[in-house]
């Protein structure tokens, strides 16, 4: 494959690609540093085709929020809101259960699901919530709660994160959406969501849910207040705990989206530091398999491109996003398998239905 380089401070980087060695904080950042997008591009292709060759990957899935109420307050958040304020929600096992059904002649292979960090909740409703879909839906793939969330529960049950993390698996729990990190930086903790967990407790408990036989996705919301520093760090630590768990399944850049937020101010990713940063998570994560271009964030026409950029999964069908789209996401709320396999075959990929842990279907 020919590569073209146009930057002579990335031709090193081009070596180590086309040897397999693994790359380091350094290399990161003269990538972020780079404007030949082409020559980074290429890099990325060059990885993403060694592993999938020409398959692009979507899974059926359905989105659930159970809640929107939350008491952490992240000052990114368009989504949580207050008990009592307008727009706040909690479904009812009977709502949940209705929206499940709703859809029931679908042949739906995923629920994904996530909330707010609601202190009025007990720990038996969150066993309900699993033991409901698993009743519904026997065969589904269940990926729910955050490491946030995780913590949350364990604080509720009264029991170790061990045996939480346990109780939720035999309840029904099968994997996690890996969200909550945001960066993992103590800087912007501080400043953007002081009440959620550290990084520190974050990658512990992901640590406890790969140790439980959980597999985990991994997130990296971008474009807000991180330096470039610290989304290079944040690609270390994943790839450090992945060397050591071997537990994530997938890695999704989440485009910060600013609209009805504390941090409205702050404009849009753009189309080219999204498209570098999905190809640097393809180089520097080399222990993932899959790098997702999440549509919702990105838009159609943009995932579509990512996929000559690294990314090999465009994530899902989903139906009814709820937290992107309170930011102002204008992407669809839910997309068909028509549409995503022209979306991968228009792009000139090949279309790959798969469930939750990659197994074609």
Known sequence: ??????????????????????LDADDALLLYKSNDIIGIAHLANFVRRKR??????????????????CINHCRFCAYSRNKGQSGAF??????????????????????????????????????????????????????AFTAVEIDHLAGL?????????????AAGLEMTPGGGAEVLSARVRDKLFPRKIGHDRWLEVITKIHSAGLSANATMLYGHIETLEERVKHFIRLRSLQDETNGF?????LAFHSQNTPMSDIPSTTAFEDLKNIAIARLMLDNFDHIKAYWVMIGEKLAQTALSFGADDLDGTIIEEKITHMAGATSSKGLTRPKIRNMIQSAGWEPVERDSFYNEI
């Open 1 to 22: 494959m020919e590569f073209i380089i146009t930057d002579s401070q990335i031709t090193g980087i081009r070596e180590k690609v086309i040897s397999d060695i693994r």
């Open 52 to 69: 999938h060759g020409k398959k692009a990957y979507f899974v059926y899935n359905q989105h659930l929020n159970y809640t929107n109420i």
């Open 90 to 143: 909690t479904l009812s096992i009977d709502d949940v259960r209705k929206k499940l059904l709703d859809r029931i002649d679908e042949p739906i292979t995923e629920i994904h699901m996530v909330g707010g960090i609601n202190p009025e909740l007990p720990f038996d409703y969150y066993l309900d919530l699993l033991k409901t879909i698993k009743e519904i839906r026997p065969n589904v793939t269940i990926k």
């Open 157 to 169: 049950s009264g029991l170790s994160l061990e045996d939480t993390i346990h109780t939720l698996k």
């Open 249 to 253: 399944t997938a890695f999704i850049p």
